[in-house]
T-cell receptor, first 110, second 111 residues
Framework: KQEVTQIPAALSVPEGENLVLNCSFT??????LQWFRQDPGKGLTSLLL?????REQTSGRLNASLDKSSGRSTLYIAASQPGDSATYLC?????????FGQGTELSVKP | EAGVAQSPRYKIIEKRQSVAFWCNPI?????LYWYQQILGQGPKLLIQ????????DSQLPKDRFSAERLKGVDSTLKIQPAKLEDSAVYLC?????????FGSGTRLTVV
């Protein structure tokens, strides 16, 4: 059974710092991996999608990496801003399903 | 492109009452999902439709939850009777190929 874990559960950083969010999954037989952002009271916004054959994807200040063999992904946020404050969710597409981690709540202080 | 529409945004009911949520997916998206997100947790899949057929409902508590997708477009999720532990955000999503689009969700509070 596929399980997705995110560490840390919460993170608070000062503005301008670079930071890394971690995601691990138990079954390496995944189709793809996605990182989502969730603002309070809102739905999920897709940030980056990495196919199982890819190693990384970049969008602006965001870079996501995937190491399928070790069951790990990281989301790197460069030069963090207060507007980046949100919950970040990792999800793997496995067995036809999208399975989520519990999320990392990020707070960027001005 | 219009997003995934959900209603209502908020609902407060007493335990043992019934409640229904509505979802209108993006036009042309054949696959529709209902997820339950309990506070502090990631979303958990309840049911997946492909057009108007059920693909996966293995985690749907069928004694109290039901869902339908008529004509392969809109979908309704119902809870009857509700329990305190059903308090959560119910998210609807639709997909075409690999991309998922989520609605804003319905926040249910059972008191």
């Amino acid at each position: 059974k596929q399980e997705v874990t995110q560490i840390p559960a919460a993170l608070s950083v000062p503005e301008g710092e670079n930071l890394v969010l971690n995601c691990s999954f138990t079954d390496s037989a995944i189709y793809n991996l996605q990182w989502f952002r969730q603002d309070p009271g809102k739905g999920l916004t897709s940030l980056l999608l990495i196919q199982s054959s890819q190693r990384e994807q970049t969008s602006g200040r965001l870079n996501a990496s995937l190491d399928k063999s070790s069951g790990r992904s990281t989301l790197y946020i460069a030069a963090s801003q207060p507007g980046d404050s949100a919950t970040y969710l990792c999800a793997v597409r496995s067995g036809g399903k999208l399975i989520f981690g519990q999320g990392t709540e990020l707070s960027v202080k001005p | 492109e219009a997003g995934v529409a959900q209603s209502p945004r908020y609902k407060i009911i007493e335990k043992r009452q019934s409640v229904a949520f509505w979802c209108n997916p993006i036009s042309g998206h054949a696959t529709l999902y209902w997820y339950q997100q309990i506070l502090g947790q990631g979303p958990k899949l309840l049911i997946q439709f492909q057009n108007n057929g059920v693909v996966d409902d293995s985690q749907l508590p069928k004694d109290r939850f039901s869902a339908e997708r008529l004509k392969g477009v809109d979908s309704t999720l119902k809870i009857q009777p509700a329990k305190l532990e059903d308090s959560a955000v119910y998210l609807c999503a639709s997909s075409f190929l690999e991309g998922y689009t989520f609605g804003s969700g319905t926040r249910l509070t059972v008191v």
